[in-house]
DNA sequence: CTGTTAGCGCCTTCAT
DNA sequence: ATGAAGGCGCTAACAG
């Protein structure tokens, strides 16, 4: 046992009740005291034991993130600026990566996080009643990321305006015949996104006076793969699109490898947008609309720490997002200047 | 307070002993009375209080994983394989990401995971003398990835002997004039991997025969820029090199960058070869190394596992890797083919 | 300002 | 097979 609290009252000749205060910073200390205790719990390299603390305390300066797959991306870049908010707090980060079906039940049936952490910060995930009653019996506050639930904090962006936007650029462009490469609205992971995404598709369509086609929607996986195989299926339509949206960069991706492979241009024959502004949407010359990821996570998180120090009203803040041009949808100089195929 | 222990031995009809006894699965208890603490533990919803739990009996049930970087994709990838195999043995993953050098140096001095972890994993960092000594104050079992301590378990690859083979390969196809971007030898987070590129990429020139250029070898961030920047540098040399080995497959995107935009061809003019098999390489077409990231990870998570039930000696692991040859180092019908610059 | 004391909720010998 | 009781190490009232 690496030293006990005895052991620095015992050195700093106080109780082991001054020892405590002193080190948590309470006041009525005096300054010499403090100061001698401090000395003796770094003599001793001593540290108090979460373990004990928490039990006596109820706090324990530790919160869980849930994220459903920590491999993609959006989520790493997520729990990265989450981390490093709460760290520089001095709260540690249980995290619970739930990979898929069977895990997202498992956490919210055993529900890990019980009895062990001061806040929950949960991401991109459309929860269920069940769900959201589970969070609620951890008697701790709450933050979602994507979306927003009462009586949760929240952090997020417009996804429909945000989409809405994009699908209104390839229309200012002059495309009538636009595909939608979407999430999949099925996925028993249910994210939020994929609905959002196709709703502001939609709503831009119907805006400009154009029917929705049902042929034109094309729902699959958030991957490279996903993409591919939803352009594929486009292309090969009777009347093929002239511009499609990708509800994601790696989508967008996937797309544009399908269009190539199929002997055709980007953006000359199909235009692509998609949706993130990935780290390397730039160096493949995509159009896309730009969400501040790690700053959602930071604020989220921010939010959940100033909750924890006086319980406030849960908050609901929507981030801007930005429509970002580039070779994929509008012909210049670039990378598919080159291209044949 | 989400129901204690006494509540459930009271409705159970026994001894809180015999609650914590039947709950831990503990030998000596009637298998009827098993099944009465259960159900009335189910019916009241209980679950152990972890501090609590932790406190008596000094294990936790939590392992810290520390990685330099979540956001980047290796490490969110080692992350999440690590998570799986901890989560799915019942066991909570505490989360550090250094992010920077303060982070780090805050890290091993503070030591969070001090009294609160039965293990610690500790992801791609070339340690210190007082950073091995301040693991070991742990009193726990340290794993660390992508290297290798005495007294430390291990699980890696050869990064010199890849490294090494993808230097070959660009041998066997003629080239002679060969440059390294390489990552930052000198950078403060003290990686393991870019000595280790560095001196598998000498060792393979050295031994054709090929005396080395201390012009062609280029260090700097292990991003997209780094390698751009760096690829930048080798193509204003006098005699510019016909063909790089970049230390990861982000490197290489950025070489590849750099070239195009020099108004080059990829692979005529330069022959590019990258490191990691990241997720695009393939739709970037790129020539690499392919390195088991998850597997790693999972596999020094098992081995933690084990030696967590029955302490054992530490091991080593390495696992193989793989040349992966595609169109940036062999001309061929590609995404390259067709592109001027 | 400081010490005393009562838990926090559970695990774990030791009896029985 | 079960119960009783002593901590685990610390925080937080309450005295003084």
Redesign the pocket.
């Known amino acids: 046992?690496a030293?006990?609290?005895?052991e620095?009252?015992a050195r700093a000749?106080?109780?082991?009740?001054?020892?405590?205060?002193?080190?948590?910073g309470?006041?009525?200390?005096?300054?010499?005291?403090?100061e001698r205790v401090w000395r003796a719990a770094r003599e001793l390299d001593?540290?108090?034991?979460p373990?004990?603390?928490g039990?006596?305390?109820?706090?324990c300066s530790t919160v869980g993130v849930v994220v459903p797959f920590v491999k993609r991306w959006f989520f790493a870049e997520v729990l990265g600026a989450i981390e490093s908010v709460l760290s520089d707090a001095g709260y540690d980060v249980l995290l619970y990566n739930l990979a898929d079906i069977e895990g997202r039940e498992r956490f919210f049936t055993t529900l890990p996080v019980r009895?062990r952490v001061d806040a929950v910060l949960v991401a991109s995930l459309a929860l269920t009643g069940s769900e959201v009653a589970a969070l609620g019996t951890l008697q701790v506050p709450v933050g979602v990321l994507g979306t927003r639930y009462p009586g949760l904090f929240s952090v997020r962006i417009d996804d429909v305006a945000a989409s809405r936007g994009a699908v209104q650029h390839l229309l200012a462009l002059g495309h009538r015949r636009i595909g939608l490469i979407g999430g999949d609205t099925d996925d028993p992971m249910r994210f939020t996104p994929p609905l959002d995404r196709r709703a502001g598709y939609r709503q831009a369509l119907q805006a400009a006076g154009i029917a929705l086609d049902p042929e034109l929607e094309r729902l699959g996986h958030f991957t490279l793969e996903g993409g591919q195989a939803a352009m594929r299926q486009l292309l090969a339509l009777a009347s093929r699109p002239s511009a499609v949206f990708a509800a994601s960069d790696e989508m967008a991706y996937g797309a544009i490898r399908a269009i190539r492979r199929a002997g055709l241009t980007v953006p000359d024959d199909v235009a692509v947008i998609g949706f993130d502004d990935h780290a390397t949407a730039e160096l493949m010359d995509l159009s896309t609309v730009r969400q501040p990821v790690a700053e959602q996570g930071a604020r989220l998180a921010q939010t959940l720490l100033t909750a924890l120090k006086g319980a406030i009203e849960p908050t609901d803040l929507v981030l801007d997002t930005e429509l970002v041009v580039r070779g994929s949808t509008v012909a210049r100089a670039s990378v598919y200047a080159d291209t044949a195929g």
Chains 1, 2 share one sequence.
């Open positions: 046992m030293g006990s609290i005895e620095v009252a000749g106080v109780s082991i009740a001054t020892v405590s205060r002193a080190l948590l309470l006041p009525h200390v005096a300054a010499a005291t403090r001593y540290v108090a034991s373990f004990a603390a039990l006596a305390s109820g706090r009895k």
